[in-house]
């Protein structure tokens, strides 16, 4: 009942093993991803993803957007008779233990604030962004990641 | 007077001494480095070959992808990125890679293409300049320790060169880390992607399956938004393979120096013991000499 999966960072390997269960959002809306799931290759936005391995707690990871490759070929030795290999590559993404939540609460406001800053109270619509307000906007949207991604691993304080 | 030979020996080999500690320095920083730089490239190598499997993939499935895959018979405008370090004191290993370069560019001049170029080390900056040649951006601070941060802004450099100027081929001109003791300069096509990486490759890998692949979004939507990503990503295996080849460039550079310091005390040494002992025997000589007239001037 498991695939091999492969969780993937530039800098290192964040997970490498049999995962029974692989759950994500692709540009298409959420997905799980099983043993024998259709071969495939799709753009992962930035979410929350959670890996079940064979043995042990699932694992929570904030990946800010990369590209999953599903590979399910016949000859496995599992009931379904297939051999599923699965493949996610972010650029960047961490496991929600490694998560610093007040520097990401930090960030967040530095973002937002330097998005105020930068609208200047302008309207948005129809309005060209900068290099500098995009720049912001991602990295808001990285801290939110972090944060939810954190928020939901520390269960009802 | 032949004291003064042996005085200036003296400083010389002191001198060799100071520079032989300086360079054994730089030789075992330099081989904690290697290691170091070794780790990230084992680190970094799953990550490149899945994206790699992943372009080639999605490459192949798509029947529009023709302008994105190939190489261009005589490219009107060529981008060519290269990278060195941001020092020197590591033997060949800048002059190889710009001397590559300087192959690739004057074969492109040759059939009058149109060249851009982006540059990665302070030495490619202070050879471009000293020879007037124009450089269409140059970065550097990131030779000796790449981060992917690194890698992203001279992606960014070289996909804008791509897809806004419209340039027809990228090439990489940069130093591979095949192991400890072999490092070689390789010319690489970046994009479009080059067809020996295309469906023909694929196919051993490709056969056993089904044959059907799903893509989300579509596989034209999907491989836009994958080749500048995929680029990045061979942007920085290139960065960290250089940054290991510069390091392990440099401790055999200061290997040999420190052995030639070595040898060059040794040397010296020689030589200085030869002036003294010629010193300390023409004295002799000058008192046995003055005794021997005294006596004779006694005897007389």
Redesign the interface.
């Known amino acids: 009942m498991a695939f091999a999966l492969q969780v993937l960072t530039p800098e290192r390997v964040l997970v490498d093993g049999p995962a029974s269960a692989l759950v994500l959002r692709s540009s298409d809306g959420d997905m799980t991803v099983l043993e024998g799931h259709t071969s495939l290759v799709a753009e992962v936005v930035p979410c929350v993803v959670r890996v079940d391995p064979d043995e042990g707690d699932p694992i929570r990871l904030a990946v800010h957007g990369g590209f999953l490759q599903v590979d399910t070929r016949p000859g496995g030795e599992g009931p379904s008779g297939l051999a599923t290999t699965v493949a996610l590559v972010a650029g960047v993404a961490e496991p929600v233990a490694e998560i610093d939540v007040e520097r990401a609460r930090r960030a967040r406001d530095e973002a937002e604030a330097e998005l105020a800053r930068l609208s200047g109270g302008q309207a948005e619509e129809g309005r060209e962004r900068s290099a500098e307000e995009r720049a912001a906007l991602a990295a808001l949207a990285r801290a939110e990641l972090r944060l939810e991604a954190a928020g939901a691993a520390e269960p009802a304080r | 007077m032949a004291g003064g030979v042996v005085r200036i020996l003296r400083r010389r080999i002191r001198t060799v001494e100071a520079t032989k500690k300086i360079t054994r320095a730089f030789e075992l920083i330099a081989a904690s480095q290697i290691v170091r730089a070794q780790n990230?490239i084992a680190?970094?190598r799953?990550?490149?070959d899945?994206?790699a499997?992943?372009v080639l993939?999605?490459a192949s499935a798509d029947p529009g992808a023709t302008e994105l895959v190939g190489t261009p018979e005589s490219p009107r405008s060529v981008a060519v990125a290269l990278i060195v370090g941001d020092r020197g004191l590591s033997g060949p290993y800048n002059a190889n890679v710009l001397r590559a370069a300087e192959t690739v560019l004057a074969e492109h001049r040759s059939r009058g293409a149109e060249v851009r170029l982006v540059t990665v080390g302070r030495r490619a900056i202070a050879y471009f300049r000293f020879r007037g040649r124009p450089v269409d951006e140059a970065f550097s601070g990131m030779a000796d320790r790449p981060s992917?941060a690194d890698?992203?802004r001279v992606a960014g450099a070289l996909w804008e060169l791509f897809e806004r100027d419209r340039v027809e081929l990228v090439q990489l001109v940069s130093t591979r880390y095949e192991s400890a003791g072999r490092q070689s300069v390789e010319v690489r096509q970046l994009l479009p992607l080059p067809e020996g990486a295309g469906p023909a490759d694929a196919a051993p890998d490709g056969a056993?399956?089904?044959g059907?692949?799903?893509?989300?979004?579509d596989?034209t939507t999907?491989l836009a938004?994958?080749l500048p990503?995929a680029l990045?990503?061979e942007l920085?295996a290139a960065l960290l393979e250089a940054s290991a080849s510069e390091h392990a460039a440099r401790q055999r550079a200061m290997a040999a120096a420190t052995d030639n310091a070595e040898e060059l005390v040794r040397t010296l040494t020689r030589a200085m013991n030869q002036a003294r002992q010629d010193a300390i025997t023409s004295e002799i000589m000058e008192i046995v000499g003055g005794a021997e007239a005294l006596r004779e001037a006694k005897g007389a």
């Open positions: 990230r680190a970094n799953p990550y490149r899945a994206m499997r992943i993939e999605a992917f890698a992203r056993g399956r089904g059907y692949t799903e893509f989300e979004p596989v999907l938004h994958l990503r990045e990503s920085f």
